[in-house]
């Protein structure tokens, strides 16, 4: 079975939610934040820092941080008062995932087994 973690890290603190779901799809994503706001007690001051996930982008435009945004992420950030940011594409953008990337190949492990556990999961 296939599991995907979802991970929403604070910059600065460093606290982490690290939710499993079935699928990677746009309702996962959109279920993740909802999840990690309520643990972590609401909407980071900011922005949010993201790379370039098909829940969210529609479309990257060339080698810059802007991107065209998918329409429900546009109402489902809004909603929430989430101010995304992007990192940038390639190999000058490589630091700025390093801390979710690096919690992503410690949890991984961990939490595989926790897929077993569930087994109305189907992938």
Do not use: N
Request: with cysteine; charged share 25%.
């Amino acid at each position: 079975m296939t599991c995907y973690l979802f991970s929403f890290r604070l910059t600065y603190s460093g606290k982490a939610v690290h939710p499993v779901f079935a699928s990677a799809d746009q309702e996962a994503f959109f279920e993740g934040h909802v999840h990690a706001l309520r643990l972590l007690g609401g909407v980071p001051r900011g922005r949010v820092r993201y790379d370039d996930l098909k829940a969210a982008v529609a479309q990257g435009l060339g080698l810059s941080r802007a991107r065209v945004e998918t329409d429900r992420w546009i109402t489902f950030r809004s909603h929430f008062g989430i101010e995304s940011f992007y990192c940038r594409p390639g190999i000058d953008g490589a630091h700025e995932k390093g801390g979710v990337e690096g919690q992503i190949g410690y949890f991984r492990p961990t939490t595989s087994p926790r897929c077993r556990r569930f087994p109305h999961w189907r992938s």
